[in-house]
Antibody, heavy 119, light 110 residues
Framework: QVLLVQSGAEVKAPGASVKVSCQAS????????MHWVRQAPGQGLEWMGI????????NYGQKFKGRVSMVRDTSTRTYYMELSSLRSDDTAVYYC????????????WGQGTLVTVSS | QSTLSQPASVSGSPGQSINISCTGT?????????VSWYQQYPGNAPKLILY???LRPSGVSNRLDGSKSGNTASLTISGLQAEDEAEYYC??????????FGGGTRLTVL
C-alpha cells in the first residue's frame, strides 16, 4: 500500500533552517509528483510547492520563493523540504502529499512533521 | 495566491443534510475542474474525499456529493452522522502548477 513516512518533530531557533523528509513506498516513485503543504496551529492548509520526481523540477508558492527548497533522492525514495530563515510564524505541521496524476488531487498524505520555531 | 473562501463553521442534526461552499475566482475554481475536498480530524492528516468536483475515491461514502457553479464549488453531506464531525477543506488548481486551499470549515453534528 502507499505509505508516506515523514521525519520527526523539530525545534528550531529563529533564523535557522529546517529540513523535513518524506519517504515514499508502495508505488512507482517516479510516476507521481509530490506536494508540500503546511498547517499552522489552529489554522488551515497552505500549499507550499510541488516537485517532479523525474528530473527534480519544482514549483513553489509565491510566498515561499527564495526561502524553500524541495529535492528528492530517487535511490532512497525520499523527498526533502528545506525552509530557511525561520520565523515564529513558520511554526506548523508540514505534510508531504502525493499528487494523483489524473485528477491533480492530493491522494495520499504523510503523517505530518511538527516544526516549532522558538528562541 | 489567496485563499478560497469557506464558511468558518456549519452544523446540522443527525440525518439532516448540510452544504459547505468554497468560493474562488475565475483564475481557479471558475476555470478548472480540478477541485477537491479533504476531511481532517483533529491531530490527523487530511484525507481526500472528493476530486474533480464530484468524484469519490474508493471507500468514501456516497452520502458525500460535490458540485460547482461558476466560481463556487460545494460539498453536500446528506444523512449526517456523528462521524462526519470534522474540518473540511476545498482545494483548486490555480494554473501554472500552483494550487490553493480554502480556509476550512468546521462541521458540528448537533
Amino acid at each position: 500500500q502507499v505509505l508516506l513516512v515523514q521525519s520527526g518533530a523539530e525545534v528550531k531557533a529563529p533564523g535557522a533552517s529546517v529540513k523535513v523528509s518524506c519517504q515514499a513506498s508502495g508505488y512507482t516513485f517516479t510516476a507521481y509528483y509530490m506536494h508540500w503543504v503546511r498547517q499552522a496551529p489552529g489554522q488551515g492548509l497552505e500549499w507550499m510547492g510541488i516537485i517532479n520526481p523525474s528530473g527534480g523540477s519544482t514549483n513553489y508558492g509565491q510566498k515561499f520563493k527564495g526561502r524553500v527548497s524541495m529535492v528528492r533522492d530517487t535511490s532512497t525514495r525520499t523527498y526533502y523540504m528545506e525552509l530557511s530563515s525561520l520565523r515564529s510564524d513558520d511554526t506548523a505541521v508540514y505534510y508531504c502529499a502525493r499528487r494523483d496524476s489524473g485528477s491533480s488531487s492530493f491522494d495520499y498524505w504523510g503523517q505530518g512533521t511538527l516544526v516549532t520555531v522558538s528562541s | 495566491q489567496s485563499t478560497l473562501s469557506q464558511p468558518a463553521s456549519v452544523s446540522g442534526s443527525p440525518g439532516q443534510s448540510i452544504n459547505i461552499s468554497c468560493t474562488g475566482t475565475s483564475r481557479d475554481v471558475g476555470t478548472y475542474k480540478q477541485v477537491s475536498w479533504y476531511q481532517q480530524y483533529p491531530g490527523n492528516a487530511p484525507k481526500l474525499i472528493l476530486y474533480e468536483v464530484s468524484l469519490r475515491p474508493s471507500g468514501v461514502s456516497n452520502r458525500l456529493d460535490g458540485s460547482k457553479s461558476g466560481n463556487t464549488a460545494s460539498l453536500t453531506i446528506s444523512g449526517l452522522q456523528a462521524e462526519d464531525e470534522a474540518e473540511y477543506y476545498c482545494c483548486s488548481y490555480a494554473g501554472s502548477a500552483t494550487w490553493v486551499f480554502g480556509g476550512g470549515t468546521r462541521l458540528t453534528v448537533l
